[in-house]
Every structure is written in structure tokens, then in C-alpha cells.
């Protein structure tokens, strides 16, 4: 089965600090790996996808890395701020319907 | 385009009590599915489906029932609630299995 797992389980920055989330999977045998963003009582907002063959993909200040063959994948958001504060979520997919979830890293960014 | 909606958006049962939870989708995505989460728990599978007329099962389907009559909708049923039920229920749909999920701003569901 497997296990998804985020560490840490919250995070507070100043303004301005770059910063790396953590996700780790026990199967490396995954479809695709997503990394999601989740506001206090809102939905998930997708923030990237990275297919079992890419090793990343970024958007604006995001940036998301797998390395299957460690099961690790890594968020980072360079020149966090205040509107960065949320919990980031990241979600393996094992086959055609097998996705699980972290239980999150809740952000918090100071002004 | 809306994307993915749900209705409703809270909602308080008693033990016993029935209801429907909806979710609509304007992307003509094949897959949809029904997911709860709970608190420090993530995300769970409940049901799924692949296409009009279909539905499987998830990782926690016990106690809820699907049906996907029109592409665009696939409704969660609660037969007879329990307190184990009450949790935040989210929609979810992609266009194929390796695309990217969507999802719905979820339905607030506590069951007394």
C-alpha cells in the first residue's frame, strides 16, 4: 500500500525566504505526482503535475522535483509571500485510480 | 467556465437520515471522483468513475453509493448517515488519467 508522506508538518518563514517542502512516497511505482495548494475551508488548487517520466516542472516562483527511484518529491517556492500561507499538499498516483495523499504542510508566511 | 461545483456547500443530518451530495462539471472530463478528508488523515478515495455510467469503488466506500447517469454529474448518496460520516466531502474530476485533477470548494457535511 502506499504511504505518503509530508514533513514538516507545518512551516512559519519571514517575507522573502526561500523555501523547500518535502514529500515522500514508499512505491516508486507511480503515474504522476501532483502538488496542490489548500486554503483555509476551500478546495485544492493544482499548483503543479509531474508525470512518472519527468524529473520537474515549474511555474512562476514554484518549482516541484521527483526523484522516483528515492520517492522523494520536493516543492520549492522561491521568494515566499504573505499570500503563499496555506497548506500544500502533494498526491501520488499509483495506477488508474489509486491517488494518495499527505496529510500537508501548513504554511505560514510573516510579513 | 464554472469548473467543478458542488452542492451543497454545508449540510447537518441526524443519525439515519439520507442525502444526496452533487457535483457538476463543465470540462467534459471523463473521470470524476469523491474524495473526504479528514483531519491530520489527507485525502480518501471514496468512488470513482471512468466515463458516463460508470463507478467503482475507492479505498472507503463503505456506506456510500454512486451513480454517473451524465457525464457532467456524479452524485454521492448516504443511505443512512453516521457520526463516522461526517467529514469535508470534495469532488474532483480530470480528462484522463494522467491529467491533471480539478477539484470542487467541497461540501461541509456533520452527521449528529
Known amino acids: ?111 | 467556465n464554472a469548473g467543478v461545483t458542488q452542492t451543497p456547500k454545508f449540510r447537518v443530518l441526524k443519525t439515519g437520515q439520507s442525502m444526496t451530495l452533487l457535483c457538476a462539471q463543465d470540462m467534459n472530463h471523463e473521470y470524476m471522483y469523491w474524495y473526504r478528508q479528514d483531519p491530520g488523515m489527507g485525502l480518501r478515495l471514496i468512488h470513482y468513475s471512468v466515463g458516463e455510467g460508470t463507478t467503482a469503488k475507492g479505498e472507503v466506500p463503505d456506506g456510500y453509493n454512486v451513480s454517473r447517469l451524465k457525464k457532467q454529474n456524479f452524485l454521492l448518496g448516504l443511505e443512512s448517515a453516521a457520526p463516522s460520516q461526517t467529514s469535508v466531502y470534495f469532488c474532483a474530476s480530470s480528462f484522463w488519467t494522467n491529467n491533471e485533477q480539478f477539484f470542487g470548494p467541497g461540501t461541509r457535511l456533520t452527521v449528529l
Open chain 1, 1 to 111: 500500500k502506499q504511504e505518503v508522506t509530508q514533513i514538516p508538518a507545518a512551516l512559519s518563514v519571514p517575507e522573502g525566504e526561500n523555501l523547500v517542502l518535502n514529500c515522500s512516497f514508499t512505491d516508486s511505482a507511480i503515474y504522476n505526482l501532483q502538488w496542490f495548494r489548500q486554503d483555509p475551508g476551500k478546495g485544492l488548487t493544482s499548483l503543479l503535475l509531474i508525470q512518472s517520466s519527468q524529473r520537474e516542472q515549474t511555474s512562476g516562483r514554484l518549482n516541484a522535483s521527483l526523484d522516483k527511484s528515492s520517492g522523494r518529491s520536493t516543492l520549492y517556492i522561491a521568494a515566499s509571500q504573505p499570500g503563499d500561507s496555506a497548506t500544500y499538499l502533494c498526491a501520488v498516483r499509483k495506477n488508474n485510480n489509486d491517488m494518495r495523499f499527505g496529510a500537508g504542510t501548513r504554511l505560514t508566511v510573516k510579513p
